[in-house]
């Protein structure tokens, strides 16, 4: 079946403890994009990549970190995290820019 | 710059009756345009797309939408409203300028279908 998967559906941590939050899609799709939602506010795109090595901000970079190793991953690093990341987050993955976006369930992220 | 903005965050509907969420957007050039609808706890599922084909698009569900250019609008109507039709709504264009490519969402509408 052709999806993005996101691991953990939910996480809690404490105030400057790393996470990762994984994202892999198995359709061979070239873009690949994280988005936090928050109330009243949309979709607000962290960062994206067009393809294998080549990652680019989006609209809210601050206080995260990407890397795109291999086609199929693209992790969302938060090195030191903050309460104000405290936010629903989710990949997105399309063959090309232009193409739908296909999402993951989500990652519901509580950082105290 | 591109942008998108839906002009309510907040509808209601009976059942039965017509749905219409509004979407205008913002482009330099002939953008690609989607809706997308959010169940509570839920991800997000496509309605449907425009990507320069035919202006009036059909989608899932009984959701159509119609690109106007001269009023840079891209409206989600549906003849009659379901119980199930009640969730979160997105508009997405598509921005590639200076060499940035993104999605960029609208701020959603929430849809509420009333018995």
């Known amino acids: 079946e052709a999806q993005v998967t996101q691991n953990p559906r939910y996480l809690i941590t404490v105030t400057g403890k790393k996470l990762t939050v994984t994202c892999s899609q198995n359709?061979?799709?070239?873009?690949m994009s994280w988005y936090r939602q928050d109330p009243g506010l949309g979709l607000r795109q962290i960062y994206y990549s067009m393809n294998v090595e080549v990652t680019d901000k989006g609209d809210v970079p601050e206080g995260y970190k990407v890397s795109r190793k291999e086609k199929r991953n693209f992790p969302l690093i938060l090195e030191s995290p903050s309460p104000n990341q405290t936010s629903l987050y989710f990949c997105?993955?399309?063959?090309?820019?232009?193409?739908?976006?296909?999402f993951g369930n989500g990652t519901r992220l509580t950082v105290t | 710059a591109q942008s998108v903005t839906q002009l309510d965050s907040h509808v209601s509907v009976s059942e039965g009756t017509p749905v219409l969420l509004r979407c205008n957007y913002s482009?330099?050039?002939?953008?690609?345009l989607f809706w997308y609808v959010q169940h509570p706890n839920k991800g997000l599922q496509l309605l449907l797309k425009y990507t320069s084909a035919a202006t009036l698009v059909k989608g899932i569900n009984g959701f159509e939408a119609e690109f106007k250019k001269s009023e840079t609008s891209f409206h989600l109507t549906k003849p009659s409203a379901h119980m199930s039709d009640a969730a979160e709504y997105f508009c997405?264009?598509?921005?590639?300028?200076?060499?940035?490519?993104?999605?960029?969402f609208g701020t959603g509408t929430r849809l509420k279908v009333l018995a």
């Open positions: 997105a993955s399309s063959l090309i820019l232009n193409s739908p976006l296909h």
């Open positions: 482009s330099s050039y002939s953008p690609s």
């Open positions: 997405v264009v598509t921005a590639t300028t200076s060499g940035t490519y993104k999605y960029i």
């Open positions: 359709m061979n799709h070239e873009y």
